[in-house]
């Protein structure tokens, strides 16, 4: 038991400080390591996942609220805003395939490839970043826009939305990579905010398994702590290495999940 402690409490403390140093936030990381493991099913894994995050993005703004960081209040609050909607209606996406459809085995399927299609063209658009035009979008009903899909698909992948977050904030908001991560983390604490508010006045959480969440959150708490000390001592480009190495691991694992879970239909 005292093994099993560790490894979700380290689970939770690794996946959140990288994801507070690079703004993944830590649920595109807690998401597909549980599925391999194999211990929760997918309701489950996106609570254990929310309320990790959340500890962590809580954290990492506490500790960065003295730091010298550029939150851009007015668009990340837009795309939270927008992320808070969409994040509803990619939950019920969700709900409706995994649990009216009762097909969870396809949901994780579609799911984890989904994840793994956007990691990779995340990946390959960093790889080329430097080469490609970066926007700035001003107007509120787009930015909304934008943040209601990155709601949707962080919902309905259970993933907390970093990656996506971080992308869409250098590509479209012409920010840098340490403030692109610090905005994210921002995004991250409102929309995983509203995901458990949502499940509590739902719901409600009795019939999750969250024997494991009084040792995760811990550990997310820890990781934010640390990856907020961290990532305002990186450089631009220390940052970016770390996004993408997650960024392909995750999508490694994604794709071992897939196999996995197809040849035991």
């Known amino acids: 038991m005292m093994a099993i402690i560790v490894l979700y409490f380290l689970i939770g403390f690794l996946a959140s400080t990288i994801g507070a140093i690079a703004g993944l936030g830590g649920g595109v990381i807690i998401k597909p390591v549980l599925d391999f493991f194999g211990d929760f099913n997918l309701q489950t894994i996106g609570v254990l996942s929310a309320a990790t995050v959340f500890s962590m993005a809580t954290m ?81 009903i787009m930015i909304f826009t934008i943040g209601f899909t990155l709601g949707f698909f962080s919902a309905f992948l259970g993933i907390g939305g970093g990656p996506l977050n971080v992308t869409v904030l250098i590509l479209l908001f012409s920010m840098n990579a340490r403030d692109a991560a610090i905005n994210s983390i921002f995004i991250i604490f409102f929309s995983q905010l509203s995901a458990l508010l949502l499940i509590a006045f739902t719901t409600g959480f009795g019939d999750y398994d969250l024997s494991m969440l009084w040792y995760m959150i811990p550990g997310g708490i820890l990781g934010g702590l640390i990856g907020a000390n961290i990532t305002v001592k990186l450089s631009n480009t220390q940052i970016e290495k770390i996004f993408n190495i997650t960024v392909l691991l995750i999508i490694s694992v994604n794709l071992y999940n897939i196999v996995n879970v197809v040849v035991t239909l």
């Open 60 to 140: 990492s703004l506490i500790k960065l609220r003295n730091k010298d960081v550029k939150i851009d209040k007015i668009v990340s609050s837009i795309l939270a805003g927008g992320s808070i909607l969409g994040g509803i209606i990619g939950k019920a996406v969700f709900n409706f395939i995994a649990i009216s459809l009762d097909i969870p085995t396809i949901t994780e399927i579609i799911q984890s490839s989904v994840l793994a299609i956007l990691l990779t063209l995340i990946f390959v658009y960093f790889l080329n970043k430097n080469k490609l035009k970066s926007f700035v979008f001003k107007n509120r």
